[in-house]
Nanobody, 123 residues
Framework: QVQLVESGGGLVQAGGSLRLSCAAS????????MGWFRQAPGKEREFVAA???????YYADSVKGRFTISRDNAKNTVSLQMNSLKPEDTAVYYC?????????????????WGQGTQVTVSS
């Protein structure tokens, strides 16, 4: 079991930046691939970014070049640096953990989820 708690969400103007963090507790954090997903009102939850145990990163095309995922295994945290934010980035952002071989990009593949943190980007 692993417990995940997101923080860092808020209200920001278009073009601004936010940094989300996810703190993990429970089993060894380093065993897990970690992912960030988001869900806008009326839409399905979608993949944003993922990072493997070894630090390999994966991004959705919509955030590539603007968002950066990173992890600190010593502190049991994964972060999402979001730059050049757009109104369409508005959503609840979720952190997730997976113990598979390669970080998945589908919601159903992840075993553990945080409660989410709201990000609102105003135009």
């Amino acid at each position: 079991q692993v417990q995940l708690v997101e923080s860092g969400g808020g209200l920001v103007q278009a073009g601004g930046s936010l940094r989300l963090s996810c703190a993990a507790s429970g089993r060894t954090f380093g065993w897990y691939n970690m992912g960030w997903f988001r869900q806008a009102p009326g839409k399905e939850r979608e993949f944003v970014a993922a990072i493997s145990r070894s630090g390999g990163t994966y991004y959705a095309d919509s955030v590539k070049g603007r968002f950066t995922i990173s992890r600190d295994n010593a502190k049991n945290t994964v972060s999402l640096q979001m730059n050049s934010l757009k109104p369409e980035d508005t959503a609840v952002y979720y952190c997730a953990a997976d113990d598979g071989i390669v970080p998945p990009t589908t919601t159903s593949a992840y075993d553990y989820w945080g409660q989410g943190t709201q990000v609102t980007v105003s135009s």
